[in-house]
Each structure stands twice: as C-alpha cells, then as structure tokens.
C-alpha cells in the first residue's frame, strides 16, 4: 500500500495521529504526496475524486486541523476524540457521522471468574461531499486491509465516500460473525462442563462469560437502527447501490444478533442448572451426614445409659451381658445402615 508518510510517520501537512491520506479518483488512487491544502484544492465530488483519511486515537489538537479543513460538526468532533460512545448514525448537514463499536476475541485457554474473553474499540466514519475520514481508538483492527480491499475493486470504490462508510461496517460487522462462533464454542464447552457427572462448575465463570456477552451485545444491538437507515435508500449521501450492499451487512448483523439471544439463554440455563445442581449436591450431603448420625447415636445413647452408674441395670452383673450390649449395638446399626442403604441415604 503506497502510505504517504513523512519521516516521522505523519501523512504530509497532516497530524502525525494520521496513519493514511490518499486521494481517488474514478475508484484509483492518486500518486504521489498530498498536503492538506492540496487535498482541500484537489476533492471534487463532481468528477469522483474525494480523499479519504485514516487517524488513530487523535488528540484534540490533532484532530481539530482536519477537523476545521473539512468543517465538521463540533459535537461529531467531541464524539471523535473522547471514544466511548455508543453506536449510531448522525446527519450533519450533508456529513454522515457513523459510530461502530468493534470487537476482537481474546484467546484463553479455560474460561475463569475473571477470563476476558473480548475486547472493544471504536470506529468512527465521517463520510461528506469529496472526503471520508475514519477515527479509529482502542482496540480497533486496522483499516488498511480494508483499504487494499476497496483499491482493488474500482467499481466499488468509485461510489465514493458511501463506499467507504460501507466498507468499514462490513468489515465491522463479519468481525462480529467471526468473534460469535468463537464465542459459541465457549458456551459449548461451559455447557458440557456443567452437564458433566463431575463437580459443579463454579456459578461465577458461568457469571463471568455472561458479562462478557453483555459487552459483546452492546457493542452489537445499537447498531441495528444506523444499519436499517443505511439500507433503506432514504439517505441523500448513499447511493442506491450502496444501500443494497448495506442491506446484505443488516442481514449479517441480524444473524449476530440472533447468536447473542441464543448465547443468553443457554447461559441463562446454564446458570440455573449450576445452582439447582449445587442444591441437590448439598441436599444430598445433608442426608449422608444426618444418616451417620443416626448410625452414631444408638451407640452414643446405649453407651450413655450404661455409664449413668446405676447399682441396678440390665445384664450389669452377668458374664454375659458386655457381650449382649455389644451385640445389641451391631444388630441394630446394621439393621439401620441397611435401611439407609436401601433409601438411597448412604
């Protein structure tokens, strides 16, 4: 990729927080270093030739140069650099103003009460008259895969900024498709731990990969109603056949969010069926302990009158009577050890 730098990894004339600056024109990148003013002088919606600026994690300062080139709104611009927002699409004017939350999945070896499974940034895409502009913080993948992907498909890429704007969300989006069959063989694998004949599994990992399906779906469901508007052809800046494409990432985002409700209610499950198992499991430590104490108390309380010292007892003063308590004793634990037995006590 022809990444216009200078030599301290800044684009030219523009904020070193800017990893990529490039001019398009009919879907082909433009040669050659471009400055801001030049940039500015050279976009023409008209003729298909708009710029498109990559930054990553911007300061304020940073940002407001672009910021002021391209007259953007100052609340899309606070948005921009603060993060931390939740997904939507804002009309400024003739600018778009989309907010992506992306997500990427850890790798774990076992899922623990303290297990991060995944892990959240944010895009932001400004797509106006001759530029977009793509804020990324966090997280955030790189958008250079994307980039390269649209270069080579001129057809694409010369629908301009709305190709852009596309492009991200889908990138977002299967990201999304890809994180939830991760995600599914984690549930899968808590499922059979709990349902196993082994120890309960601990509730709070149960607890654990719940929340983090409660991060993965906020960073999901916002999106549905910026998806359903880019879709529908009702927005001046999306081209008809852009829409169409956009419709098909609204289906995948619906699938996602399908998943997510599946992963809720199987953890749900599982939860309940963790604290039922923990009760019968208690329940039956209750009965084995209280059936050895029934075994224990005959010999307690037979002991325990024989050693009240009374001059007159049963058998105190016969050769045989140690023996005929003693007998006494072992018939009848053993008539009680069989009756627990039989009910399942012991």
């Known amino acids: 990729m022809d990444t216009e730098h200078d030599d301290k990894g800044g684009a030219v004339g523009l904020p070193p927080a800017v990893v990529d600056c490039a001019l398009y024109e009919d879907g082909r990148r ?25 930054l ?3 300061t304020a300062e940073q940002f407001q140069t672009v910021a002021d080139a391209f007259g953007l709104h100052p609340l899309a611009v606070e948005d921009a650099v603060h993060a931390h927002q939740r997904p939507k699409l804002e009309r400024y004017g003739d600018i778009l103003f989309l907010v992506l939350k992306t997500i990427v999945y ?39 895969n994307v980039r390269r992907w649209l270069q080579d498909d001129p057809e694409q890429l010369g629908c301009g900024p709305a190709a852009v704007l596309h492009a991200v969300a889908d990138t977002v989006v299967d990201r999304y498709l890809d994180v939830a069959d991760a995600f599914a063989g984690d549930v899968d694998t808590l499922e059979n731990e709990v349902f196993s004949p082994d ?40 081209p008809p056949q852009v829409s169409a494409y956009f419709r098909d990432v609204a289906d995948h985002h619906q699938r996602v ?45 037979v002991v325990g009158i024989y050693g009240m010292n009374f001059e007159y007892m049963p058998e105190l003063r ?4 140690y023996p005929a308590v003693l007998t006494v004793i072992a018939v009848a634990c053993t008539v009680i050890y069989r009756a627990l037995s ?3 006590w012991l």
């Open 30 to 54: 433009l040669p050659g270093r471009v400055s801001l003013e030049k940039i500015l002088e050279r976009i023409d919606p008209k003729a298909g030739r708009f710029a498109w600026i990559g």
């Open 56 to 58: 990553y994690e911007p």
């Open 106 to 144: 850890v790798d774990h070896e076992k899922i623990t009460a303290t297990s991060e499974i995944v892990d959240t940034g944010e895009i932001m895409v400004f797509a106006g008259p001759g530029f977009a502009i793509t804020v990324r913080h966090g997280s955030a993948p790189p958008l250079d």
């Open 199 to 238: 120890l309960p599994v601990d509730a709070a990992r149960i607890y654990q990969l719940k929340r983090e399906l409660l991060e993965f779906r906020r960073a999901v469901a916002p999106l549905t109603s910026a998806l359903q508007r880019l879709s529908e052809g009702t927005i001046p800046q999306i």
């Open 257 to 301: 969010s399908e998943q997510i409700v599946t992963f809720d209610e199987l953890i749900t499950g599982m939860l309940s069926a963790s604290i039922a198992q923990l009760g019968v499991q208690q329940n039956a430590d209750m009965r084995r302990i209280s059936a050895w104490a029934a075994l224990v108390a005959v010999p307690t309380m």
């Open 318 to 321: 016969s050769p045989y009577g």
């Open 342 to 344: 039989r009910n399942k």
